[in-house]
């Protein structure tokens, strides 16, 4: 059974920096992506980043320069880390996972999720 859990979360000025980590357990194949979303109120579930198991990576254009994503396979742990910090970027951040080797950041092809943690960025 796959899980994944989010962690990392906060408040944070316009121009400040955070990292969110995601530790990964249950996955049993070796070729796999996962991905940071982000869904903001009332918008819609958002790709902003995915790595894929042989560590290829593709970012949004709203990050890209911005938002690094990486993995630390020993420790099972993705992670985004987030430098200058808009306003428009605070929302709930989701990890998300799934089997197969594949660079897309739309929403149906991620099969896991994990619960979330709030990102939220004052001017």
């Known amino acids: 059974q796959v899980q994944l859990v989010e962690s990392g979360g906060g408040s944070v000025q316009a121009g400040g920096s955070l990292r969110l980590s995601c530790v990964a357990s249950g996955y049993t194949y070796r070729r796999y992506s996962m991905a940071w979303f982000r869904q903001g109120p009332g918008k819609e579930r958002e790709g902003l980043a995915v790595i894929t198991s042989d560590g290829s990576t593709r970012y949004a254009d709203s990050v890209k320069g911005r938002f690094t994503i990486s993995q630390d396979n020993s420790k099972y742990t993705l992670y985004l880390q987030m430098t200058s910090l808009k306003v428009e970027d605070t929302a709930m951040y989701y990890c998300?996972?799934?089997?197969?080797?594949?660079?897309?950041?739309?929403?149906?092809?991620?099969?896991?999720w994990g619960q979330g943690t709030q990102v939220t960025v004052s001017s």
């Open positions: 998300a996972g799934s089997y197969g080797s594949r660079t897309s950041l739309r929403t149906y092809d991620f099969s896991h």
